[in-house]
């Protein structure tokens, strides 16, 4: 690992955790280079939803560019971002009667999608002020980072970041209190100091704030806030999209219709950049390039993407098994916190996105510190990191997790029964 | 194109000056569904400098994915990563002296370089303020656009551009007036109203700006300013990197040692979406994490990088090449001018990035879309878009050069004929 | 009125709800040039807390005048300041244990006071954010606007306000709602996106906001909270100061040391413009002239400030005297609110300055236009304007009070019981 | 002075160079409490130019307060505002054909007033950028501060400065250089990242910035750019209105119609604070009440105030005189260039408002210090404090010009003359 130490910067994050130098990866699984087999419940924080290398995406791709398959070209009209449009429709936008959104396909990645879709709500609304949500997390560019959460990345800021009210989340205060009463106080109030905002930014499950998780009858409140209000309710899918909850949107059975949807991550379903916003037809109110960027049109990852929503969301059959899938996570996870933890320990998160919260962040590290130890790639979120955050692919087997799990609870239950003071911090 | 206009925002834009759906690309050509071949001289903007679906790249690409290579890992340790470092610093930057500069992998964009870029300097200096320059272009996330001259990306921006001072650009206000002079007194004057800054960010070559240049004297200038002020100098190397100009960096024989660069477009070498940002080592100021994204880690991007390296980089064979080019380059242009408007087009640019300057915007429109009716995609540049910019592939054949050149004097020779009344604008 | 109709901008306010011209004024009697006697209940919104022209004052200014002393100096030192400053130390400061608070004279406005502390705990902390609290009142530059929650004045800013997190003041969210905690957790949790404020901003009685009352507990809350969080805690004590509210000092009964205080309005007595900004010691961190303005030294203001400081502050006769009237004050609001709406009218606020809260902006512009055509002028405030406000001199007789309690009782009575349609909006 | 030193802040300024205690003021002498008198060159930088203690004001003010006339009353109509908006209006406005435009009264300082403009500018406009010039000073609280070329005062902020962009004054870049040509330049160009501002602010005599002057013709293509951009023109005549070139305001003689005046300093023409906002009729588009402030009526300087215009400006006569005596100061000062430094002095400034260059600021410092132990007082100004300002009053008799003069050029004769390590810095 020389070579990383001497020459990459020190901002690299992820590879301190899991010191190991990784060759090839199949499904769940990472191989490193001294052949050493892990389960990834990392996934690289949910960009693998259908795991690595998927045959059927990787034959596509391989296919397409054999054929001297267009990779790059700006926006130019391809054949493989037709087909991709022309299936994201069909099966995706169509029988969720969301026909009538348009798509933009923005510089490929989460925060420049981000960026986009605050840009768009300023312009519509003729407002700058943003409501974004305790433990939100919108990425690292300066617009999108405004909106974030987290103090480690606003620090890195360098300016001041302006422009956003934060506002407490669904249960923020604990579930006594209604944080959309709160919220629609404030924005009553001609004197209350919050001002107008373009929009509202929120997650339907926070995946790095902690697995925090919103219900079904508080974002509609949000929604008709938003409407009471004026503003617009962007939906940020890009980790819990993509099937991650057991739908391919986190918030398709909860009765509401945001105005402004972003996709990125598991999008292209093979760890491709790729980006989309996802807005209401009267919405699109853009002027020709006014948000660019030079790899807007990542055909690879349209290739990818196109092929995924054909194997995976013609029917419902993956959609069901991801819920399958997710009720045995919950079940192991609910065990390890029963058997090691029942008053310190608690299962949080949705679907395919669950995870432990510990009493500190030097727990969870500890966990997961001895977790990889045994072959079990997995990280931290939350406030504090305190939270051990399970985000295999959804592709994974009962027979993996169930594995995973087993490696899980061993770490917890070796953890926890060592002294504290024998931690390394 | 029916799906296209019916479900992509009105937000593109580059499809608008190109209506055809395109199939298939390789090296100079794109080709079309129709089977129409395209000499492709916008080369996405700069993404393609060694070609569409070059065979050594593809190939090496195919290899990996066919092994189960990893395609996405967050910026976990890989082999691909490993074989990319140890190349860029073997080829790249030890022969330029440049070995104590450090990488960071950002998200695979420019505007995600420069934003990091920018975070970088404000942190290291403690300063808010950057300096940027008219008509320079570095991105149209909220960070970058602030630095962006361009008044139609700006205006997508929803909310006021702030920490930054735009300073004259070499030769701005005319080649007599000595725009290094300006900023200096500002710089030195106590009561100017500009605040110190953290950093100049500029680029060599001007690409969306309209190929306006900077002399090696304005840029050791430019240098020299920075020391004296205390401030960082990015070089914004996005567009007129990795070849472009004939060297690796466009910098790199004038003389001087930038603080931080930044890279992107042809950096992967297939128009695949990777950017980075290189330090110097005692600049290396980072946090772990403090700048992160979810696509830092693109392998398959340093799978082709890394092979385009050895390929065109071993030795200056293609350096040479792509400096006999220019010159043909040059050459074609200036009898353009020369023929059809020795007193109201001119020649701009360096390298493999040249144009033409036309009187207006609508007659270099004009050019571009009698060009394309003749088989030849470019795009204008420049405040008013009156550059017709000729950015071909570096891989390009001389012959197709020339080919080129004769498409593009037709369209030259039919628009400037024709009463100015029947174009349409 | 036609000349100011004719000259005045439009901007002109409290003119249009009392439609006179003034001519003279003593205590709290204002008479028009029709000779018409009015009440002052408005008090220049609490500048006159000595009454107009009190005799004592009136003698020490003109004896001044007459003597030539200095009217204007900048800040050179003066007699009048000195003798400002030896009085202040000594009737208020020493006596309540602050004399280690350093005395800045800002520009004569409230709002440049805020400005000024505004300044200087970001300088001290070196961060930028401020916590300012709902209905929050601190005035209309842009950085004092930024932190007042008005937005009605928000609105003519005419940029984005900035580096401001709005809170909710005491019982924003009912009685219930512990606004204290709330802060606390968002101060603590490393991803609320609350920034690590600089100071807190705080009334103890919000005037403008609508005489909203923190009690001595919040306040030492607050306090601790500040102390927790490294930030300074900034009392503006602009309106509430000066014996407002039987003190001083609005909160030197509540076992707190704001680190910053600002005082203005009635701080000169007479109602001549004067601001003050006090520090303690340690953080008089200011360099010399940093902030600065041309009115910074008032030596007419100083004069009735020491005349009033003598006058009223050299014992307890006066404080006593406040809270004597304030306790009938509020006799009479009770019985005016027990008679004509126990259930749709509140007394609320402290001392004297106290009102009652109307079910709506349009009765209480309704019951004060009223009270104006029998000789009392009193306004509105709160968020919609639906708080009654009484704010007469300090000075002003029992039996004063008792007859503008007449009156105002008078006008409840006849507004409440007139149809609502037809009353004015 | 002890009392000063224990208990003021260390942000007092000017007090620090003159270190005395002064007890009171006739015309353009100061008097000490050591009964030394002082020629007041300094003349509260630029708010006396009546002189202290005018007898006809002083009289005008006394017969107010003792007729129990009204100090303060916010903006309710009086009789004294009535006289002065009157008097104003008949004397000044009227012969000048400015009868359109209207009064705003802000809160009773320059920064306030300049806070006013620019807001009203941004409202009207919709536009957020302003243009503001180098070495220009308009004010130090938070919106006036970003308007303010000066770095030390720039740097007491505690947040970045933003939505202002700095351009070259009049001949900052030498004579040669057309500085409006480069502002129309940046304007036209669409690429420039010059946001469409909403004004410039502009001082047609920079007086803290150094005297620095702009000619008639200069100001008049400025006004010509500022209609082409649809941007407004702010003048702030602060310290250069009210007769101090010469005229009641400077740019009077110059062909050009401001869309918006801000007045202030001598405009009570008795020391006291006020200021005011002038706009063309079609321009006051305020809400009522949208800007607001306690101290908006002051009305002892509406007293004084009137008294001065009846007194001064109701024949040319004042007018005249000041010019006469400008002269004299420009012999005088030009003689003690000639004499003492024909190649390191310099001249610098218009009407009674004119100075010295001196090579550095310690020159000027001690010239300011030697001149002051022989009765002088007077403040240095521009970048570096190198300039040595006289800004005596302006009804200061010829022999008192002369007497000063003496000082002066003893203390240049004396400063020059010394060896440069003897000085202090």
Redesign the interface.
């Known amino acids: ?1 020389k ?2 130490e001497e ?10 955790s ?9 499904g769940a699984e ?1 191989i490193s ?1 001294e052949g050493t087999h892990y389960l990834d419940f ?1 996934a ?2 949910g ?2 939803n259908y795991g ?2 998927h045959p059927v995406l ?1 034959k596509a ?2 296919d397409y ?15 493989a ?2 087909r991709f ?2 299936t994201f ?1 069909r099966l995706i936008l169509n029988p969720r009667s969301m026909g009538n959104y ?4 923005t ?6 999608a981000v ?1 986009a879709a ?6 519509i609304t003729g407002r ?2 943003i409501l ?6 919108h ?6 980072l ?21 506002m ?1 989340y669904a249960n ?2 604990g579930e006594q ?1 209604n944080t959309i009463a ?1 919220m629609d ?2 924005l009553n ?8 905002p ?1 929009a509202a930014i929120v997650e339907v499950v926070q995946g ?3 697995l925090n998780t919103a219900s079904a009858d508080w974002m509609r409140k949000l929604e008709k806030l938003c409407r009471k209000h004026g503003m617009l309710l962007i939906l940020d899918d890009i980790q819990a999209g993509c099937g991650r909850t057991g739908h391919f949107f986190s918030f398709e059975d909860m009765g509401i219709r945001p105005d402004i949807v972003t996709l ?2 598991s999008l292209s379903g ?4 790729l980006a989309i ?1 996802l ?1 209401k037809e009267d919405l ?12 807007r049109g ?1 055909n ?1 990852a349209f290739v990818t993407a196109t092929a995924a929503l054909e194997h995976f969301w013609s029917d419902d059959a993956f959609s069901r098994s991801v819920r399958g899938k997710s009720r045995l996570l919950s079940e192991r996870l609910n065990r390890i916190v029963l058997r090691h933890g029942p008053h310190s320990l608690r299962v949080k998160g949705r679907g395919m996105m669950q995870g432990i919260a510990c009493p500190d962040g030097e727990t969870a590290e500890a966990v997961c510190t001895r977790a990889f130890e045994n072959g079990l790639i997995l990280e931290t979120c ?3 990191a305190e939270v051990v955050k399970c985000l295999s692919p959804l592709t994974i087997t009962k027979e993996q997790i169930d594995r995973a799990m087993d490696t899980l609870e061993e770490a917890f239950s070796a953890v926890l029964s060592e002294p504290v003071s024998s931690r390394s911090s």
């Open positions: 690992m070579i990383f020459n990459e910067s020190v901002v690299r994050s992820y590879c301190r899991f010191p190991a130098v990784f060759r090839e990866a199949r990472l280079t990392l690289g924080a960009t693998l690595h290398n990787k791709l391989i560019i054999q054929e001297d398959g267009i990779t790059h070209s700006l926006d130019l009209y391809t054949t971002k037709e449009i022309e429709n348009r798509m933009q396909f510089g490929p990645t989460g925060a420049n960026e605050l840009k768009l709500a300023r312009k700058t002020n974004s949500f305790t433990n939100g997390f990425g690292c560019s300066i617009g999108a405004a909106a974030t959460g987290n103090r480690h990345h606003r620090g890195g800021a360098g300016v001041p970041l302006s422009h956003v009210s934060r407490p923020y205060f209190v709160m106080k404030m109030d001609p004197s209350s100091g919050v001002d107008k373009a790095e704030g902690g990125s991550k093979f760890g491709l950049p916003v807005m699109d109110q853009w002027k020709a390039g006014e948000h660019n960027g030079t790899f990542n690879h939350g406030s504090n």
